[in-house]
T-cell receptor, first 110, second 111 residues
């Protein structure tokens, strides 16, 4: 069966520091991958999606970037974090009309 | 993206059926109706999706209006674990599935 891993589960980072969140999917090949963010008190927002290696689309202009170096690996990065980057970051993959979300990373920028 | 309209909150009692409504008057012919739910501090969980016909699975049923401008998610016998925010979302199922989450309906289940 398919499994999605995200780490770390929680992260506290100072403003201006870099960020790297990693997501891997097991049990499927060539999945569509996604990064979503849920800011405090707000709805989930799609940040990036990828339909293949090195094929990344950005949905919202922001301080973040995404990369997909391997088929089942999706990375969310930032060179310098802002306070507004705080939130709950979720990696997801989709298949046959269903999207499966990972456990999420709760990021607090101080 | 076509928008959906849901009540902000609903309340029901344990072991009773729950009907969660969703309006999507601008739905296009290729849009599927998806339902996800999110428990506190967790990522969303897929519940059900459909195009035109009513759908049933182990979690819930989806009733779709004949004109497809509205739908209802039915939980046949609510439990306390069904307390969550329920999202009704329109999306294609081919290619990248870009989900647009609204505010959803916060469902409270009373014991």
């Amino acid at each position: 069966s398919q499994t999605i891993h995200q780490w770390p589960a929680t992260l506290v980072q100072p403003v201006g520091s870099p960020l790297s969140l990693e997501c891997t999917v097991e049990g499927t090949s060539n999945p569509n991958l996604y990064w979503y963010r849920q800011a405090a008190g707000r709805g989930l927002q799609l940040l990036f999606y990828s339909i293949g290696i090195d094929q990344i689309s950005s949905e919202v202009p922001q301080n973040l970037s995404a990369s997909r170096p391997q088929d089942r690996q999706f990375i969310l990065s930032s060179k310098k974090l802002l306070l507004s980057d705080s939130g709950f970051y979720l990696c997801a993959w989709s298949e046959r009309g269903q999207t499966y979300f990972g456990p999420g990373t709760r990021l607090t920028v101080t | 993206d076509a928008k959906t309209t849901q009540p902000n909150s609903m309340e029901s009692n344990e072991e009773e059926p729950v009907h969660l409504p969703c309006n999507h008057s601008t739905i296009s012919g290729t849009d599927y109706i998806h339902w996800y739910r999110q428990l506190p501090s967790q990522g969303p969980e897929y519940v059900i999706h459909g195009l035109t016909s009513n759908v049933n699975n182990r979690m819930a049923s989806l009733a779709i209006a004949e004109d497809r401008k509205s739908s209802t998610l039915i939980l046949h016998r609510a439990t306390l674990r069904d307390a969550a925010v329920y999202y009704c979302i329109l999306s294609r199922i081919q290619g990248a599935q870009k989900l647009v989450f609204g505010q959803g309906t916060r469902l409270t289940i009373n014991p």
